[in-house]
């Protein structure tokens, strides 16, 4: 049976890591950072948000070659 780790909200992941709540949403918007919803609501497992910082997931990703030709 699971240890029964906590969900966080949005507010509480991202005092977790020290950051705005809007980068939180950013990554939420780009489909970065692991997470679940529940209903309207994006929850997160405080272990799965440190494995994926860990592996360098919270990196600066490298600008876009190209978005539209011109």
Same mark, same amino acid.
């Given at each position: 049976?699971?240890?029964g780790e906590r969900w966080l909200s949005v507010e509480e992941i991202a005092a977790h890591l020290g950051i705005s709540k809007e980068?939180?949403?950013?990554?939420?918007?780009?489909?970065?950072?692991?997470?679940?919803?529940?209903?309207?609501? +994006?929850?997160?497992?405080?272990?799965?948000?440190?494995? +994926?910082?860990?592996?360098?997931?919270?990196?600066?990703?490298?600008?876009?070659?190209?978005?539209?030709?011109?």
């Amino acid at each position: 049976m699971e240890t029964g780790e906590r969900w966080l909200s949005v507010e509480e992941i991202a005092a977790h890591l020290g950051i705005s709540k809007e980068t939180i949403y950013r990554w939420l918007e780009a489909g970065k950072v692991p997470s679940h919803r529940v209903g309207r609501l +994006w929850k997160f497992k405080a272990s799965e948000v440190d494995t +994926w910082v860990k592996h360098g997931g919270a990196a600066p990703s490298a600008p876009q070659e190209s978005q539209s030709a011109t």
